[in-house]
């Protein structure tokens, strides 16, 4: 069964690094999503992604976030300058078409210290 | 504005028993509505969706739900929980072009 990848499954960084968030989401699908779970909290939109472009993000994305399709395959979460207030779980999803359910990813523990 | 709820923050159910884990939901327009389950330290797997159709939906593990659109709910249900079932659930609602909006979770706990 085809599912989402996400690598590391934890990374821990110094704080004002940059950390890059890689994902190979299921490869017929066409939009892509990351979340995130501060510990013991909802989960929180983040970014969505389609046709190449950002099509929505949240408050919580700032310029300090960005997101890649650098190829046909990855998806890219970056954090330029990394605060101890990122440490999360970040998930990425994807989806085959706007209003089908979205599959995710196992998580990446990022810890900022 | 789109947003979900979940009233309770853990359910605790004996083995055997039926349990509901409670949703409800408010949105602008017909409601994309899903339930997701996590198991620690895991992602989030699908387990069911409604979209359109019968209220009554069926998912994964046994689970269902019902969408009632007079009271906004979307309960999530399995006649007889199992221990292994005890897990993080989350009921999330589509909103906008493509995002999700989640509620903030519901421990179950499934007691032998």
């Known amino acids: 069964e085809p599912e989402v990848t996400q690598t590391p499954s934890h990374q821990v960084t110094q704080m004002g690094q940059e950390v890059i968030l890689r994902c190979v989401p299921i490869s017929n699908h066409l939009y892509f999503y990351w979340y995130r779970q501060i510990l013991g909290q909802k989960v929180e939109f983040l970014v969505s992604?389609?046709?190449?472009?950002?099509?929505?993000k949240s408050e919580i994305f700032d310029d300090q976030f960005s997101v890649e399709r650098p190829d046909g395959s990855n998806f890219t979460l970056k954090i330029r300058s990394t605060k101890l207030e990122d440490s999360a779980m970040y998930f990425c999803?994807?989806?085959?078409?706007?209003?089908?359910?979205?599959?995710f990813g196992q998580g990446t523990r990022l810890t900022v210290v | 504005a789109q947003s979900v709820a979940q009233p309770e923050d853990q359910v605790n159910v004996a083995e055997g028993n039926p349990l509901t884990v409670k949703c409800t939901y408010s949105v602008s327009g017909n409601p994309y509505l899903f339930w997701y389950v996590q198991y620690p330290n895991r992602g989030l797997q699908f387990l069911l969706k409604y979209i359109t159709g019968d209220n009554l939906v069926k998912g994964s593990y046994g689970f269902e739900a019902e969408f009632n659109k007079s009271q906004t709910s979307f309960h999530l249900k399995k006649p007889s929980a199992l221990v292994s079932d005890s897990a993080l659930y989350f009921c999330?609602?589509?909103?906008?072009?493509?995002?999700?909006?989640f509620g903030s979770g519901t421990k179950l706990n499934v007691k032998p």
């Open positions: 992604f389609y046709n190449n472009e950002i099509s929505e």
């Open positions: 999330a609602v589509r909103a906008g072009f493509n995002k999700f909006y």
């Open positions: 999803a994807s989806s085959r078409t706007s209003n089908t359910e979205a599959f």
